[in-house]
């Protein structure tokens, strides 16, 4: 989500959009594909939320190979009313917003390379697709993700995308949910990520600390590391509600007057789940 160009690059329609040219994928992007995909299917169960899974199985996500979006889209499009289309990398913030207030998701055709597993600079078709695709068959979260797309067009007019960007960034990128009384993963930054899989719910480092919309709009967040604090959620109907119900404008008027908080600040009216030894990023 960044400002990059202000107009589309050639080839990409005037919504941003080209095609996703799925017989295009070698042997080897389907192998990579499937790697990646039987590593965090044999590790996520336990640990995500099960409408991950059952995301992942109505959708036939299972299938071997790069998902085809045209497939994938008819899929969701019966379920929640939601498509996946393909577009060439990072689009500007009010594009992305339109997609999402029109549930089309908009996904990174490339994929990274056999020697990348772990390492991506930018988000590639199976951090978008396998990340973020599965949540969007749960009616709520696909209500949640609209919301956030209409509240981006606002907040565009209203000079505030920084702070709302930061709540996408601690729900759907990096948000854990209780359930059960357990810690579970639902953000797509999170259950893409191998190693950031097991890191936010079992390493000592990071804080977790219980949602609260005004403060994740103050706090920053690290694009270099894993997290230093993750939020968690009561239920995604919660989650849904508090975007829908809050008024925002006179929330960000009230946030110019205060002082951003480091990503591994803990607030005495903090709901702390686990305090951080923040090791990881120690000097
Ligand atoms: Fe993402």
Do not use: C
């Amino acid at each position: 989500m960044a400002h990059i160009h202000a107009r589309p690059p050639e080839g990409a329609a005037a919504d941003w959009t080209i095609p996703q040219d799925w017989s295009a994928y070698t042997p080897q992007d389907h192998g990579v594909w499937d790697r990646l995909f039987a590593r965090q299917a044999a590790m996520l169960p336990g640990r995500v939320v099960p409408e991950f899974l059952e995301g992942l199985d109505m959708l036939r996500m299972t299938k071997p190979g790069v998902p085809d979006f045209e497939e994938l889209s008819e899929r969701l499009m019966r379920r929640t009313g939601w498509q996946v289309v393909a577009v060439p990398g990072l689009v500007p913030d009010r594009v992305f917003f339109k997609h999402l207030a029109n549930r089309r998701f908009v996904a990174g055709r490339f994929i990274r390379t056999p020697e990348q597993l772990d390492y991506l600079e930018e988000p590639d078709v199976f951090h978008d697709v396998f990340g973020h695709v599965p949540l969007l068959a749960h009616p709520v979260f696909a209500d949640y993700m609209q919301a956030y797309g209409e509240g981006g067009l606002r907040a565009e007019r209203m000079g505030a995308i920084e702070r709302l960007a930061r709540l996408y960034w601690y729900t759907v990128e990096f948000g854990l949910i209780r359930q059960d009384g357990e810690l579970r993963l639902y953000g797509a930054g999170i259950v893409s990520s191998h190693g950031e899989s097991i890191f936010a719910l079992d390493d000592p480092s990071p804080n977790r600390l219980g949602f609260d919309l005004r403060r994740l709009m103050r706090t920053q967040y690290r694009i270099d590391d894993y997290q230093q604090s993750y939020f968690v959620i009561d239920s995604f109907e919660d989650l849904l509600r508090q975007t829908v119900e809050t008024d925002f404008a006179p929330l960000y008027r009230e946030l110019e007057g205060t002082d951003d908080l480091e990503a591994d600040a803990v607030l005495p009216e903090d709901r702390v789940y686990t305090l951080g030894t923040q090791e990881r990023t120690a000097p």
